[in-house]
């Protein structure tokens, strides 16, 4: 009687200490990847149109820093949820497929408007901005692979090797030429 007190007891505990690790929240992500579709074609656009001077350099770095916030919230959001099942797994690999053009685009508008930059004294910034969302999109494309199924794993995977191609392409470009 006492062993089975005691295992009802602790079978409750753990299912009450686990119930918040296992959460399936796979909705907060898919938006997460919604608000940085948003926030990189906000990001692109504002670059695309930039024709220099700092004060349109700050309203730029405003949105790169929209971008990074969003990043990490969708790193958060995928860390604090559960393992993705199959059809979760295939939308949020669909939503990150449609974001690689996005963010090549980004980086693209970025590398042309480097002198206007430069000229504006902002180029060493525009090139610590590439560098850390270089490293919050790898730990949100780890966060995601670590959920996903594995076929869609591996175009996670493929896809943070592309876009990081990119991003290294970029970051040489605004290496200081001393």
């Known amino acids: 009687m006492r062993f089975a007190t005691t295992s009802t007891a602790l079978l409750a505990l753990l299912t009450f200490a686990t119930s918040h690790v296992?959460?399936?929240?796979?909705?907060?992500?898919?938006?997460?990847?919604s608000s940085l579709n948003t926030n990189l074609g906000t990001l692109s656009a504002a670059v695309y149109s930039y024709s220099g001077g700092l004060p349109a350099a700050?309203?730029?770095?405003?949105q790169e820093?929209?971008?990074?916030r969003t990043l990490e919230q969708?790193?958060?959001?995928?860390?604090?949820?559960?393992?993705f099942t199959s059809v979760e797994s295939n939308s949020v690999t669909e939503a990150l497929v449609a974001l690689e053009p996005v963010i090549r685009s980004s980086i693209t508008a970025l590398v042309s408007?480097?002198?206007?930059?430069?000229?504006?004294?902002?180029?060493?910034t525009v090139r610590t901005n590439l560098l850390n969302l270089k490293s919050r999109t790898?730990?949100?494309?780890?966060?995601?692979?670590?959920?996903?199924?594995d076929t869609d794993r591996e175009t996670?995977?493929?896809g943070t090797v592309d876009v990081d191609d990119a991003f290294d392409g970029a970051i040489d470009a605004y290496e200081p030429q001393w």
């Open 65 to 68: 820093n929209a971008v990074e």
């Open 22 to 33: 296992i959460k399936r929240d796979i909705r907060a992500v898919l938006d997460d990847l």
């Open 58 to 62: 700050l309203e730029i770095q405003t």
């Open 156 to 158: 996670i995977r493929q």
């Open 138 to 149: 790898d730990s949100l494309s780890v966060a995601l692979q670590s959920k996903a199924t």
């Open 74 to 83: 969708a790193t958060t959001d995928t860390n604090n949820t559960a393992v």
């Open 113 to 124: 408007k480097k002198t206007l930059f430069v000229s504006a004294g902002v180029g060493a």
